[in-house]
């Protein structure tokens, strides 16, 4: 069965850093794409970012790119997502998603299989 954890949500001010991690069991990942996702308060659930975790291949949504960096460690089974110079609109509930033997890198929350539970992240102003 497949388990994704997250950790490492918190309050932090603008301009500072958080690093997000997910870590992934229950099966072999090699052919996935694992996925970033994020949902503010009446909002739709929106793409972040996701890599093949195969080649490492990543793909960033417009507003966080440059600022966020996705990440895996094999050894650990673990995907991160580094998120620099936050902003207020950051603040969401993030959750790690995993995308099984995808013909191509989705960026539409409802094609990812499994997801974790969440952690919020809050950026103060």
């Known amino acids: 069965q497949v388990q994704l954890v997250e950790s490492g949500g918190g309050l932090v001010q603008a301009g500072g850093s958080l690093r997000l991690s997910c870590a992934a069991s229950?099966?072999?990942?090699?052919?996935?794409?694992m996925g970033w996702f994020r949902q503010a308060p009446g909002k739709e659930r929106e793409f972040v970012a996701a890599m093949w975790w195969n080649s490492g291949n990543t793909y960033y949504a417009d507003s966080v790119k440059g600022r966020f960096t996705i990440s895996r460690d094999n050894a650990k089974n673990t995907v991160y997502l580094q998120m620099n110079s936050l902003k207020p609109e950051d603040t969401a509930v993030y959750y790690c998603?995993?995308?099984?033997?995808?013909?191509?890198?989705?960026?539409?929350?409802?094609?990812?299989?499994?997801w974790g539970q969440g952690t919020q992240v809050t950026v103060s102003s």
């Open positions: 229950g099966r072999t990942f090699s052919s996935y794409v």
């Open positions: 998603a995993a995308d099984a033997n995808p013909p191509i890198l989705r960026l539409i929350y409802s094609y990812y299989d499994y």
